[in-house]
Structures are given as C-alpha cells and as structure tokens.
C-alpha cells in the first residue's frame, strides 16, 4: 500500500494513543496490526520503538475484543468537553 507522509504521521499518532484501536487504523488504512507494527520499526528509531512497543503489549485498550467498553469513546470525568471551538467548564 503506497501512502504519504501525512498517513504514515496519522498512523504514528494513532498507534501511539492508548485508546486508537488497531481495528481503527485497519478500518482508516487497511493495514493490519502486523503491518502497523512494521510500519513503526521502519519509521521510529530504534529505542523509540522499543519504547512503543513495551508501552502497546498486553494493553487492553488497543485491542477492540480486550476493551471493557463496547462502543464509544472512553472519557476521564474531569476532561473538558469542547463545543463550537469554545473549552466549556464543568
């Protein structure tokens, strides 16, 4: 699969976020999670991606069948909810 540099960046970010499934990337990009973990040896240096890679085993969250929620988003009680580009306060 070709991609640009702006897929293979979103694809970064999105393997580096706890809650971005990797069922999300496949669904966004077509690639497996085998192919994401290859994409990020190629991409990330070498500690880099030993850092990631210690962070991604065993997390439940990165594994849509692991996560102890159905749908939706999870969402800390204290995060701030963003309406029309205005932060609104609890």
């Known amino acids: 699969m070709d991609l640009n540099q702006r897929e293979i960046d ?8 706890d809650r971005t499934t990797f069922d999300a ?3 966004q990009f077509g690639l497996k999670e085998q ?7 190629q991409e990330l240096k ?3 991606f030993k850092l990631w890679r210690k962070r991604v085993q065993g997390r439940a969250t990165k594994h849509k ?3 102890n929620f ?4 999870f ?3 204290r995060q701030r909810t963003i309406t029309h ?3 609104s306060k609890r």
């Open 85 to 87: 580009n205005s932060i």
């Open 35 to 41: 192919e994401v973990i290859e994409l990020m040896r």
């Open 46 to 48: 070498l500690s880099s």
């Open 75 to 77: 969402k800390c009680s």
């Open 10 to 17: 979103r694809i970064i970010e999105m393997a580096w976020e």
């Open 65 to 67: 069948n692991k996560r």
């Open 25 to 27: 990337i496949q669904y």
């Open 70 to 73: 159905d749908e939706g988003r």
